[in-house]
C-alpha cells in the first residue's frame, strides 16, 4: 500500500469494467437500438436503453455545438462536446425535455431521483475528425492512428452517489446489476462508448449518404472512452478505508489463490506464454509522450522478453540452464504460476510485477471470480463509530501494530507539512495548496493520516509514562478532543490490512499521479498517459466487447488490448470473423 507500489499497478480480472462486462454477459443484457434525435451536423440529443433481467437504464446524451477555444479537460470548463445523464428507466418525452434543459448545466443543473449519473465528454480533436473524413469517403481510419489515441472521446467528470442532487446510492445498491462499486458510474461510461460510435457514424452519413461506412469492427473494439483524471481523485481512497481494504484484500486473495494452483501442463504454460506475448504487443502500443513512461515501457518489454525467454527455453525449469548463461532459475518442486510469481519479484522491476500479477489472475478465471462480486462497502459493514472504554494502552498497541509506517515517519521539518488538501468553492472539487505559502489551511481536509496517527501516539504516550495508561478511551479524549477523530480511525482500521495508503499525501515526494493510477486500475483502465505528477489520461474499455449479439468469445477475452496482435489485422470491408457490423438486441 506504499504510494510507489501502488503507482505501478495493472487492471485486472477485479477490476469494476472487467465484472460489469461478465455480468452483462451472462445474464443476458440487451440493448435497445438508440434514438438519434440529431441533425445532420450531429447535434441534439441520444437515447439508449439497456435492460437488465430486473430493470432497465437509459442513457440520455446531448450533443452541443462548441467552439473549438472552448474544449478542455479542466474541470473548471463550463462547457462540453456531450453531456449525459443515466436515467432509472426508460424516460418520457417530459424527462427528455427537462434533462434537455438541466443536463448541459452539469454541476449547475437540478436533478431527480431517477437520476443516476452525471457526466459530459469532449471528442478527441484529431482523431474524431480524421475518422470522421475517413468514414464519409468510404475508407477507414488509420489503424496506426486508431491505436495512438484510443479513443474518439474523452470524458472530463463522471459524477454519481447523489452529487449535485443526483440518486443516493442507497436507492440502488442493492439492485443485483448495480450492487459493485461505481457500477452504475462504469455503466454509464460503457454506453457513452457506444454513443460515440453511433454519433461519428450518423455524421459521416449525413456528410456523404451514398458512399459513407461505419467503423469495422476491430476498430471500434479497439476504441474505448478516455478520461482525463487530476488530483481530486485522491482524497478518495483516504476517506474510505474500509472499501479500499476490500478492494486490494481482494487482490491479494486471488493472487494467494491463483499462486497455490496445481496446474502445471504444457498446455496452461503454453497459454501463459502468450498471454506474456499479447501484454508485450500491448506495451509496444502503448503510446505516451512522457519521457519517462517511455522509458519504463521499453524497459518492461525486455523484462517481459528475458521471461518469454525462460518459459520457451527452458520449459519453466526442466531443461537444462540457458546456453546463453542467464542466471534465472526456478524450483521445479514449486507450482507453475508459483515459480513465475517468484521470478518476477526476484528479477523485474516493480511495473512488470505488476504486470505478471495481473496475467496471474487472468489465469484463475473461476477460482477468482466470485471475489469481484464482494468489493462493495455498506453502512452495516462498518465497525462502531467509537470504542470509548478501549484503554489507552491498548490503542498505543493497536497503533504500533498497524501503524509503525505512520511512526517511523519524522514530522518535525516543514517539508513533512508542506501541502494541505481543501475543497474549491469554485467546483466543490479536492484541490492542493502549499501551507507555507499560500493561504487556506485552516480549511484543511483531514488528509495527513500519518502526521495525525503520530500526534496521538506522542499523546498517548505522554499519558503512559504518566501512569494513565489503563485511563479509558473516553477519559482521554476529555481532555485531547482534537485527536478523537484519529483514535476512531485506528479503532475502525485494527483489523484491515490495506486500509491506508502507506505515504503522507502532505509531503512533496508523495505523487498524486500514483494513487490516481491505483484507483483507475480498479475501475478498469489502460494506457496511462501521465501529463503531470498532479494528473493523466487514461482510456477505458479498449478492447472490450461491443453491445452486439456476435462478441460472445470476447466477454472476458479482452485484457491488456492489442489492435496488432496476435492475427492479421482485417481493417478494410468486414469484420474480422466476416460479419457485419449493425447492432442487434443482446450482448450474447
Aim: hydrophobic share 35%; glycine share 6%; with cysteine.
Amino acid at each position: 500500500m506504499r504510494p510507489e507500489r501502488l503507482g505501478v499497478v495493472f487492471a485486472n480480472r477485479l477490476s469494476f469494467s472487467r465484472s460489469l462486462i461478465r455480468c452483462m454477459h451472462l445474464e443476458g443484457w440487451r440493448f435497445e437500438e438508440p434514438v438519434l434525435a440529431l441533425d445532420d451536423e450531429g447535434f441534439g440529443h441520444y437515447l439508449r436503453t439497456v435492460s437488465t433481467p430486473n430493470r432497465q437504464y437509459s442513457l440520455v446524451g446531448f450533443s452541443h455545438r462548441l467552439d473549438p477555444s472552448m474544449r478542455t479537460d479542466r474541470v473548471i470548463a463550463d462547457a462540453w462536446d456531450t453531456t449525459f445523464t443515466l436515467f432509472d428507466g426508460v424516460p418520457s418525452k417530459a424527462d427528455i425535455e427537462r434533462l434537455s434543459r438541466q443536463t448541459p448545466k452539469q454541476e449547475k443543473g437540478r436533478f431527480v431521483a431517477q437520476d443516476l449519473v452525471l457526466s459530459r465528454a469532449n471528442r478527441s480533436a484529431r482523431l474524431f475528425e480524421h475518422t470522421l473524413e475517413r468514414l464519409a469517403d468510404g475508407r477507414q481510419p488509420d489503424p496506426a492512428f486508431i491505436n495512438e489515441v484510443g479513443y474518439l472521446m474523452r470524458t472530463t467528470a463522471v459524477y454519481g452517489n447523489g452529487k449535485f442532487g443526483l440518486a443516493d446510492r442507497q436507492r440502488y445498491a442493492r439492485r443485483p446489476e448495480l450492487a459493485g462499486p461505481f457500477r452504475a458510474e462504469m455503466l454509464t461510461v460503457y454506453l457513452i462508448r457506444s454513443f460515440t460510435f453511433d454519433l461519428i457514424e450518423h455524421i459521416a452519413r449525413q456528410r456523404n449518404p451514398s458512399k459513407a461506412v461505419g467503423i469495422d469492427t476491430r476498430l471500434k473494439r479497439h476504441l474505448g472512452v478516455g478520461n482525463a483524471t487530476g488530483l481530486g481523485m485522491v482524497p478518495f481512497l483516504i476517506r474510505h478505508p474500509g472499501l479500499i481494504h476490500r478492494w486490494f484484500d481482494a487482490r491479494e486473495e486471488a493472487l494467494a489463490r491463483v499462486r497455490s494452483m496445481d496446474d502445471d501442463s504444457r498446455g496452461d504454460r503454453s497459454r501463459f506464454l502468450r498471454s506474456l506475448k499479447r501484454a508485450k504487443a500491448h506495451l509496444r502500443e502503448w503510446h505516451s509522450e512522457d519521457d519517462e513512461r517511455r522509458r519504463r515501457l521499453e524497459s518492461m518489454i525486455e523484462e517481459i522478453s528475458q521471461l518469454e525467454r525462460r518459459l520457451e527455453e527452458q520449459a519453466m525449469g526442466e531443461g537444462p540452464a540457458s546456453a546463453r548463461g542467464e542466471t534465472i532459475s526456478f524450483d521445479p518442486k514449486e507450482g507453475f504460476r508459483e515459480r513465475v510469481y517468484r521470478h518476477a519479484c526476484t528479477h523485474c522491476s516493480p511495473e512488470t510485477q505488476e504486470l505478471v500479477i495481473s496475467l496471474l489472475l487472468e489465469s484463475g478465471a473461476d477460482l477468482i471470480d466470485d471475489l469481484a462480486e464482494g468489493l462493495e462497502m455498506e453502512e452495516e459493514d462498518l465497525p462502531p463509530r467509537l470504542d470509548p472504554t478501549m484503554s489507552i494502552a491498548r490503542l498505543k498497541s493497536c497503533i504500533e501494530r498497524h501503524y509503525g509506517w505512520a511512526l517511523d515517519r519524522d514530522f518535525s521539518g516543514p517539508e513533512a507539512t508542506h501541502h494541505f488538501w481543501y475543497h474549491s468553492k469554485e467546483k466543490m472539487e479536492p484541490r492542493r495548496g502549499e501551507r507555507h505559502t499560500e493561504p487556506g489551511a485552516e480549511r484543511e481536509m483531514p488528509l495527513g493520516v500519518a502526521r495525525d496517527i503520530d500526534r496521538l501516539a506522542k499523546a498517548l504516550d505522554i499519558e503512559i509514562d504518566g501512569g494513565n495508561g489503563e485511563d479509558s478511551l473516553a477519559v482521554f479524549l476529555v481532555r485531547h478532543p482534537e485527536l478523537r477523530h484519529s483514535a476512531r480511525r485506528v479503532q475502525s482500521t485494527m483489523h484491515w490490512d490495506y486500509a491506508e495508503i502507506r505515504g503522507n499525501p502532505l509531503e512533496p515526494e508523495c505523487r498524486p499521479i500514483d494513487l490516481l493510477r491505483a484507483k483507475l486500475a480498479c475501475f478498469g483502465a489502460s494506457k496511462f498517459d501521465p501529463k503531470s505528477d498532479l494528473w493523466t489520461r487514461i482510456t477505458l474499455y479498449q478492447g472490450a466487447p461491443l453491445p452486439t449479439g456476435k462478441e460472445e468469445g470476447l466477454a472476458d477475452d479482452w485484457y491488456f488490448p492489442t489492435l496488432f496482435f496476435p492475427s492479421k489485422n482485417s481493417i478494410e470491408g468486414e469484420a474480422e470473423d466476416g460479419s457485419d457490423d449493425r447492432p442487434s438486441t443482446s450482448l450474447r
